[in-house]
């Protein structure tokens, strides 16, 4: 099965700073992908997903963007934080098809001051 | 009307008890259920995956009512290990399959 690595765990940063954020996966080839973002207190909201190699399909407007360089990595990254960017990301992957559930990495705790 | 609407509780039961969550779905035209699992802090992990005919694992059972749009997850024998937040989520066919919504989650607590 997958396994899915996102770094860093826990993040501080000062509003107007740029963010990157990283998913890499492993155990499977031509993953769906995903960053998912969790406000305090609220569900889950689909930020960006990816079908291949520089395919993004963006779900919500803002100030974030996303990146596919490779097939089993997936970058999460802004120019200027905003403070309402404070939250949960998640990445995520689908099993082997595309009805499969989704299976997360252990997501970056991102704080915006 | 919000695509995945669940109780956001929290449920608050004694150990042993049993309890049970409900989520309903807007789409007709879903087609994957899936009940997930969130510690305090935690990534969501997968519980259990919701079949028509309904199914069971151990002390949890998954049902789904398509005529209705509701599934449900009823736990047996509580653990204070159950305590956690369920997820309902379901597949958003106009976005293509690849696309799941996820419910803002059922609290529970499990008492000793």
């Known amino acids: 099965s997958q396994t899915i690595h996102q770094w860093p765990a826990t993040l501080v940063q000062p509003v107007g700073s740029p963010l990157s954020l990283e998913c890499t996966v492993e155990?499977?080839?031509?993953?769906?992908l995903y960053w998912y973002r969790q406000a305090a207190g609220r569900g889950l909201q689909l930020l960006f997903y990816s079908v291949g190699i520089g395919q993004i399909s963006s779900e919500v407007p803002q100030n974030l963007s996303a990146s596919r360089p490779q097939d089993r990595q997936f970058i999460l990254s802004s120019k200027k934080l905003l403070l309402s960017d404070s939250g949960f990301y998640l990445c995520?992957?689908?099993?082997?098809?595309?009805?499969?559930?989704?299976?997360f990495g252990n997501g970056t705790r991102l704080t915006v001051t | 009307r919000k695509e995945v609407e669940q109780d956001p509780g929290p449920f608050n039961v004694p150990e042993g008890a049993t309890v049970a969550f409900n989520c309903t779905y807007s789409n007709s035209a879903s087609q994957s259920f899936f009940w997930y699992r969130q510690d305090c802090r935690k990534e969501p992990k997968l519980l259990m995956s919701v079949y028509s005919s309904g199914n069971e694992d151990g002390r949890f059972t998954a049902q789904l009512n398509r005529a209705s749009q509701y599934i449900s997850l009823l736990i047996r024998d509580s653990k204070l290990s159950d305590s956690a937040t369920y997820l309902c989520v379901v597949n958003n066919p106009e976005a293509g399959s690849y696309q799941l919504t996820f419910g803002k989650g059922t609290k529970l607590s499990v008492i000793p």
């Open positions: 155990g499977t080839s031509n993953p769906n």
């Open positions: 995520a992957c689908h099993g082997t098809g595309p009805v499969d559930p989704l299976h």
